[in-house]
């Protein structure tokens, strides 16, 4: 090395020397020429048998492919950005960050300033998080597994199509999650058919398990053949009492026709409308008398009931919310009218098809997937009067 690059080396390095991070310059030949205390407390090395060696030299033969990569690239492109290691002399590994530039001295010869950054703590933190990552994904895989088989029970309380005598009744249900607050009860006995639809506000598990706790309770009044307004105000008390302080609510629709009647039982607490559709005519609609259940003791309206006379070929539309809701691609939402048109038109179909048919042309309408559970029962009556 000349006095001229000793020179630069010496001003150089005064200025290096004052650095929080380990430096090394290098030379042409990419022999150590210059290390600041603090490279050389990071390699626990003296700077005598350090200097006039190769960089190259300090490591194991399997990593001396990599760092000749950076090294090459530094010379090519003027600079290298990378995360490695100082090999220390203990056999320790220091991870560091480094920075690598190629530089000129006052002679025009090429130098290497090499700064590493020690990123022990940058790596355990690191270490940390992975560790933290990988319990969360086993922990996310396990709550899949447990919200599949969750969804696998929920499915398996949805009623299932039946037929009734003269009566046939087709049902449909889907979760906007995994699992919902919706659920649907088609029970029979000798003397009686009953339906509901439930909607229990918001969505997935607290909803699901809510939603499941009154379809246990209305399983059991339908069980007893406790009437439709006394099974509501049941409902609500239960509801009330067991869940009080929390911000809950739920609607539902139930339908009853007994043996022999010529007209089916209605009550409604805070529902989109049922639909009736006699052959040929437009759809009617069977308002709910009751305000939404689980938030006020005298939500169930004394009169909660109606009778509505029944004709052959009649036919019952109950259904959530999560029908109506549904919004195109210019927000418009379907709304109960427009539902109503879509069972106006299948309303000719046979059962399924026309149960399977609403729910197409729902989905057709809405943009996107649905946000909402949907719950869906349509009955057909072939003749009013005994079962078969």
Sequence with gaps: MNSAQQLWLEQVGSVLETLNQGVIINDERRRIV???????????????DLLGHSIVDLYPPEDVPRLLEFITRRETDGRALYD???????????????????????????????????????????????????????????IEEELLLAARVQQSLAPDSLTWGSVSVDTFYQAARTIGGDFGLVTSRADELT???CDVSGHGISSALIANRIYTEAISQMELGVG???????????????????????????????????????????????MIVSRGQKPRLLES???????????????????????????????????????NSQQVMLGVEGLKEIVYDTARLPLPQMKQEIIDRVAAWRSGPAVDDMSLVVLEIDRPGLPD
């Design 34 to 48: 210059f290390a600041n205390s603090m490279f050389l407390e990071m390699i626990r090395m003296r700077g005598s």
């Design 289 to 327: 008398r009751s305000a939404v259940l689980g938030l006020l003791e005298d939500a169930v309206d004394p009169e909660a009931t109606l009778q509505i006379p029944i004709l052959p070929g009649d036919r019952l539309v109950i259904y959530t919310d999560g029908l109506t809701e549904s919004f």
């Design 84 to 142: 490695f290691y100082i090999p220390q002399m203990d056999g320790g590994r220091l991870p560091v960050a480094v920075t690598s530039r190629q530089v000129l001295a006052a002679d025009g010869q090429p130098f290497g300033i090499v700064t590493a950054t020690d990123i022990r703590a940058l790596k355990q933190t690191e270490a940390r998080l992975l560790e933290a990552n990988a319990h969360l994904e086993k922990r996310y895989h396990e």
């Design 195 to 197: 339906l509901l639809v």
């Design 228 to 274: 439709l307004t006394a099974m509501m105000q049941h409902l609500n008390r239960f509801v009330m009492r067991t869940l009080a302080g929390t911000v809950f609510f739920f609607t539902l629709m139930a339908a009853r026709l007994n043996r022999g009647a010529l007209t089916i039982e209605f009550a409604g607490a805070g529902h989109p409308p049922a």
